[in-house]
């Protein structure tokens, strides 16, 4: 059982990137997924959430109108688009998976490495 999320690099500001988070040996659709980030100095923050059910979703206020998490089930992924990206977004982020709720930095069934997100001109 796995998560592995990828999709970081170096973007410049007001750019985009496109993360992923792939489960292996388990099905993500069976479970909420969220999204988290750590920046440089920083404690981590939780950065967006889809639940199990209904597939709603969630978003910090920092993110929002800017982030958008979506599944693909039939690739056993999450996705966390990015748009107008700022220095601000730095940062290792990492996904998570919880059977019943959205994941919390301390409550969640499965949670994967990170990917590094820097965003500098």
């Known amino acids: 059982v796995q998560l592995q999320a990828s999709g970081g690099g170096l973007v410049q500001p007001g750019g985009s990137l496109t993360l992923s988070c792939v489960g292996s040996?388990?099905?993500?659709?069976?479970?909420?997924i969220g999204w988290f980030r750590q920046a440089p100095g920083q404690e981590p923050e939780g950065v967006s959430c889809?639940?199990?059910?209904?597939?709603?979703?969630i978003y910090a206020d920092f993110v929002k109108g800017r982030f958008t998490i979506s599944r693909d089930n039939a690739k056993n992924t999450v996705y966390l688009r990015m748009n107008s990206l700022s220095p601000e977004d730095t940062g290792i982020y990492y996904c998570?998976?919880?059977?019943?709720?959205?994941?919390?930095?301390?409550?969640?069934?499965?949670r994967g490495q990170g990917t590094l997100v820097t965003v500098s001109s």
């Open positions: 040996g388990f099905n993500l659709d069976e479970y909420a």
């Open positions: 889809i639940t199990r059910s209904d597939s709603n979703t």
């Open positions: 998570a998976a919880e059977i019943n709720y959205c994941p919390t930095l301390d409550i969640y069934n499965y």
